[in-house]
């Protein structure tokens, strides 16, 4: 158990929806990492926050947005949802998202896009 | 973007063998790092490696950060069935220190 947690595991929904995945970092960690995971693109950077600032961005798309809450707890959110967005999305949390500081990962959400 | 190519992209072993995989990439990186993933779990750390050269062991498992920093290898010695499993090696740069994952290795060890 690494610590962190997301909610839900499953999701199904049918295209065109929206679906909202939540993550609970480790205690004490300031950062966290979305990760998308489907078999064309294998395991990619979507977007960092620190202490609820975004920090970095990578391959997201403009129809995924994500928030750090001042709990900490963050939310990657997916709208107009298509066919291709179907994958594991994972959080990961780290103590200050600097430096060699290892990151841990939950034990994703499991998208379905019917 | 940064791209690193993980090979092989499957294994099938024997218990008890040697294991070795692999990561090459076309850019120079400081920080190399070997995860595993079970099935229906997230990756886990296994391996860091901060330094060119740097040869680190955690248990059965081993892993090198090559010399021209561009490349790094995985072994795991005398494999057993909790092994099974898929093998990423990912590199840590940005300003986020953002991960960038190989393409894994898929391994399958028969009894």
């Known amino acids: 158990d690494s610590g962190v947690t997301q909610t839900p595991k499953h999701l199904i929904t049918a295209t065109g929806q929206r679906v909202t995945l939540r993550c609970s970092p480790r205690?004490?960690?300031?950062?966290v990492y979305w990760y998308q995971q489907s078999l064309d693109q294998g395991l990619q950077f979507l977007i960092q926050?620190?202490?609820?600032?975004?920090?970095a961005k990578g391959n997201i798309l403009e129809r995924f947005s994500a928030q750090q809450f001042p709990d900490l707890h963050s939310e990657l959110n997916l709208s107009s949802l298509e066919l291709g967005d179907s994958a594991l999305y994972f959080c990961?949390?780290?103590?200050?998202?600097?430096?060699?500081?290892?990151?841990?990962f939950g034990p994703g959400t499991r998208l379905t896009v019917l | 973007g940064q791209q690193l190519n993980q090979s092989p992209q499957s294994m099938f072993i024997q218990e008890g063998e040697d294991v070795s995989m692999n990561c090459t990439s076309s850019s120079i990186f400081n920080t190399w790092l070997w995860y595993k993933q079970d099935p229906g779990e997230g990756p886990v750390l296994l391996i860091a490696?901060?330094?060119?050269?740097e040869l680190t062991s955690n248990g059965r498992l081993t892993a090198q950060f090559g010399i021209t920093r561009k490349d790094s290898f995985l072994n795991i010695s005398a494999s057993i069935p909790s092994d099974v499993g898929i093998y990423f090696c990912?590199?840590?740069?940005?300003?986020?220190?953002?991960?960038?994952f190989g393409s894994g290795t898929q391994l399958t060890v028969l009894p």
């Open positions: 205690s004490g960690d300031l950062s």
């Open positions: 926050y620190y202490n609820g600032e975004e920090r």
């Open positions: 990912a590199i840590s740069s940005g300003s986020a220190r953002q991960l960038t």
């Open positions: 490696l901060y330094k060119a050269g």
């Open positions: 990961a949390s780290s103590v200050l998202g600097l430096g060699p500081d290892t990151q841990y």
